[in-house]
């Protein structure tokens, strides 16, 4: 992966809306995950801007005096980037583009481009093309005169410029059919690799971006994934034979997820997460020193249900507890019974600890109750043995 601490990085201010029922507190935590964002993509962000609407509008997403607001702080700052935290349509790219002349990223574009850096083998980079085409093909008449104005070109209306655009329009497509053509190519041959470990357990590890999976992956097959306090730093399903006690399972580390994962990607990618498909068991992998936990889990539920896997048998395993601030004494705030006013024993009396799945609380950096991790996860796996296979040499 190309190091971007050498080069001059690019500046970037960060606008999202706050609209009915979201407090400033969320809005805050969503553009924290943006400058996230925009950090993995070597970008550094400079400023934010928030406005209060019912709906974005439809010409410019905020409205004419935020974005006058905003234009002068890019212009007195010299900075390169706009990104916005939500999608934005053709018309409203286009009308931003000619506010500004600048680089304009929507909340997709980002995404993807990260998609872009990260994706390192061919089937990784031919789902991350494919996705980021089909993202582009309805744009492409923004994109190609925002082009055009880089090189200092003329009007394109009626002109050269709208067949260039049919042109580019009709090779976009045949590209598309052309990925789409090879993806099925890749996915034959992984099925028959996923055929072959039929008479395996499999478990495959999901969850929100940047909540430990690598790690965990790590520790139970002591092997050294990549992992990295980035998002998406894992793009590519990477499988791993485990053992617990005398029972071996095929654990498997999957891409993670993210609040508004552009459709596109999850259709590219739904291939690669066959393997959370077709496992056994699932681990839902959850970050319990992140504010908005909650949100996450839902986050990926609601995309585990667009995978038709949201009823497997799964472990929520709540990772980084080492991270989760425990409330000193004297601390209390007895008005607001709110999780940050849990410590970590009283939260694990909650309804995360009574819902239908089990539950166990680690710390996969500092090996934290890492034993009794492996003690549930073995009777699961025993238990689909039993189910499955009863006649395993592996249960006598």
């Known amino acids: 992966m190309e190091d971007y601490s050498t080069n001059k990085k690019e500046t970037a201010v960060l606008v999202g809306l706050i609209s009915r029922g979201q407090s400033d507190e969320l809005i805050t935590e969503y553009l924290d995950e943006l400058a996230f964002l925009a950090e993995t993509a070597g970008i550094v962000t400079k400023k934010r801007f928030t406005q209060r609407l019912e709906n974005p509008d439809v010409r410019s997403f905020v409205g004419k005096g935020k974005l006058a607001e905003i234009r002068a702080y890019v212009k007195e700052n010299k900075i390169d980037v706009i990104i916005f935290d939500d999608d934005l349509s053709p018309s409203q790219l286009r009308n931003i583009e000619k506010e500004f002349e600048k680089k304009i990223y929507d909340r997709s574009l980002l995404i993807l481009d990260i998609f ?3 994706a ?6 031919t789902q991350v093309e494919l996705a980021r085409f089909q993202y582009l093909l309805p744009r492409l008449t923004n994109m190609w005169t925002h082009l055009e104005r880089q090189r200092g070109g003329t009007n394109t209306r009626g002109g050269s410029g709208e067949k260039e655009i049919e042109t580019d329009k009709r090779m976009i497509r045949d590209r598309i059919a052309l990925l789409k053509k090879n993806l099925l190519a890749i996915d034959k041959q992984n099925k028959v690799q996923r055929k072959n470990r039929k008479s395996s357990v499999r478990i495959a590890l999901v969850g929100y971006t940047n909540v430990g999976k690598s790690t965990i992956m790590n520790v139970l097959s002591k092997s050294d ?9 894992t793009l590519d399903t990477t499988v791993r034979k485990v053992v617990v006690e005398n029972l071996p399972f095929l654990l498997s580390d999957t891409v993670g997820f993210i609040r508004k994962l552009p459709h596109q990607l999850v259709e590219s990618f739904k291939s690669t997460l066959d393997e959370v498909r077709e496992s056994d068991v699932l681990i839902h992998v959850i970050d319990i020193s992140h504010s908005t936990f909650e949100d996450q889990i839902n986050v990926v539920n609601k995309t585990l249900g667009e995978l038709d896997a949201i009823d497997k048998p799964t472990l929520m395993v709540f990772n980084k507890i080492d991270q989760y601030r425990e409330i000193e004494e004297g601390e209390f705030d007895f008005t607001a019974n709110e999780k940050q006013n849990f410590s970590l024993t009283d939260l694990k009396k909650t309804w995360m600890a009574k819902e239908n ?10 090996k934290q109750n890492i034993n009794e991790f492996r003690t549930v996860l073995y009777h699961m796996v025993r238990d689909i043995y039993e189910t499955k296979y009863p006649y395993s040499h592996y249960l006598y």
């Open 357 to 366: 799945v089990q539950c166990v609380f680690i710390s996969a950096k500092k």
């Open 116 to 118: 872009t850096m990260r």
């Open 120 to 125: 390192s083998t061919a089937q990784a980079k």
């Open 225 to 233: 994934i990549f992992a990295e306090n980035k998002l998406f730093a």
